[in-house]
Nanobody, 128 residues
Framework: QVQLVESGGGLVQSGGSLRLSCAAS????????MGWFRQAPGKDREFVAG????????YCAESVKGRFTISRDNGKNTVYLQMNSLKPEDTSVYYC?????????????????????WGQGTQVTVSS
């Protein structure tokens, strides 16, 4: 079992920055890709960014490309989402996810439906 706990959300003005963190505990010796999703009220969940186990492969959605960066520190069992130039439309609950059962694909960024472990989410609100 792996537990994921997000932190770093909050209220920020348009154009500001936040860094989200996701700390993993439990079966952390397994090599698994991780990612970030977000979901705003009344909207579908959106895959924001993904990263392979080594961090050598990353993906960012077009809606955040050039503004968000995903990274990880395996020594700290933590994945990060650096969010710059935030816009009101970035307001959402942000969820960390891991592909715990996908360790055989550790060198890749997973497809959105391959993630099988989720955090509880952290709220990000961007005011205009």
């Amino acid at each position: 079992q792996v537990q994921l706990v997000e932190s770093g959300g909050g209220l920020v003005q348009s154009g500001g920055s936040l860094r989200l963190s996701c700390a993993a505990s439990g079966r952390t010796y397994t090599r698994y890709p991780m990612g970030w999703f977000r979901q705003a009220p009344g909207k579908d969940r959106e895959f924001v960014a993904g990263i392979s186990w080594t961090g050598g492969n990353t993906y960012c959605a077009e809606s955040v490309k050039g503004r968000f960066t995903i990274s990880r520190d395996n020594g700290k069992n933590t994945v990060y989402l650096q969010m710059n130039s935030l816009k009101p439309e970035d307001t959402s609950v942000y969820y960390c996810a891991a592909g715990v059962g996908r360790d055989y694909r550790s060198m890749y960024v997973l497809e959105p439906d391959e993630y099988d472990c989720w955090g509880q989410g952290t709220q990000v609100t961007v005011s205009s």
